[in-house]
């Protein structure tokens, strides 16, 4: 069965404090893997879009990297701004052209 | 450009009665694709309209349907509405769908007493 994991559930960073923050899938097929973020009461907002493995963006603070089973989303000295849920998708293999997510990892920078 | 846009907001329905969401997608996107985000379960998806056909579903029960309008624009319903079905819903908008980019709305905010 396909499945989308992300880890850790809860990340507590002091502004400043580097981390990175996991999404590991079992897909045949990837077509692509997405990073969003969420803000409470919000609908998620793009970050990047990784296509094969060996992949890195980056935007500000935030640079994702791909290989074949796992992504990272790298934080950068995170400032207060950068709290939210951080969501990862995956489309491919049996799902088609639908997105499948992960459970988000909740990040809170405190200043 | 406009992104994409969702109504209503907010919605407090009873048991047993229906609604209908709307999504407007971004100018030129042809796929819509509709989610249920819930504490529990988290982002589920629901179906996917591209010009005007349902292209694929998810693991929901007929209670929910959509369509989707010559304009792109797209409609949600749920039929004999259940506690359960409190959730956010979220309409997103892709130009083709498969391997495309989803841009989501704000959702709407769907309460059932």
């Known amino acids: 069965e396909d499945q989308v994991t992300q880890s850790p559930e809860a990340l507590r960073l002091q502004e400043g404090e580097s981390s990175s923050l996991n999404c590991s899938y079992t897909?045949?097929?990837?077509?692509?893997l997405f990073w969003y973020r969420q803000d409470p009461g919000k609908g998620p907002e793009f970050l990047f879009t990784l296509y094969s493995a060996g992949e890195e963006k980056e935007k500000e603070r935030l640079k994702a990297t791909l290989t074949k089973k796992e992504s990272f989303l790298h934080i950068t000295a995170p400032k207060p701004e950068d709290s939210a849920t951080y969501l990862c998708?995956?489309?491919?293999?049996?799902?088609?052209?639908?997105?499948?997510f992960g459970a988000g990892t909740i990040l809170r920078v405190k200043s | 450009k406009a992104g994409v846009t969702q109504t209503p907001r907010y919605l407090i329905k009873t048991r047993g009665q229906q609604v209908t969401l709307s999504c407007s997608p971004i100018?030129?996107?042809?796929?819509v694709s509709w989610y249920q985000q819930t504490p529990g379960q988290g982002l589920q998806f629901l179906f996917e309209y591209f010009s005007e056909t349902q292209r694929n579903k998810g693991n929901f029960p007929g209670r929910f349907s959509g369509r989707q309008f010559s304009n792109s624009r797209s409609e949600m319903n749920v039929s004999t509405l259940e506690l359960g079905d409190s959730a956010l819903y979220l309409c997103?908008?892709?130009?083709?769908?498969?391997?495309?980019?989803?841009?989501f709305g704000p959702g709407t905010r769907l309460t059932v007493l």
């Open positions: 997103a908008s892709s130009l083709d769908g498969i391997g495309d980019t989803q841009y």
């Open positions: 897909v045949s097929g990837l077509r692509g």
């Open positions: 998708a995956v489309q491919g293999g049996e799902y088609g052209n639908k997105l499948v």
């Open positions: 100018s030129g996107h042809r796929s």
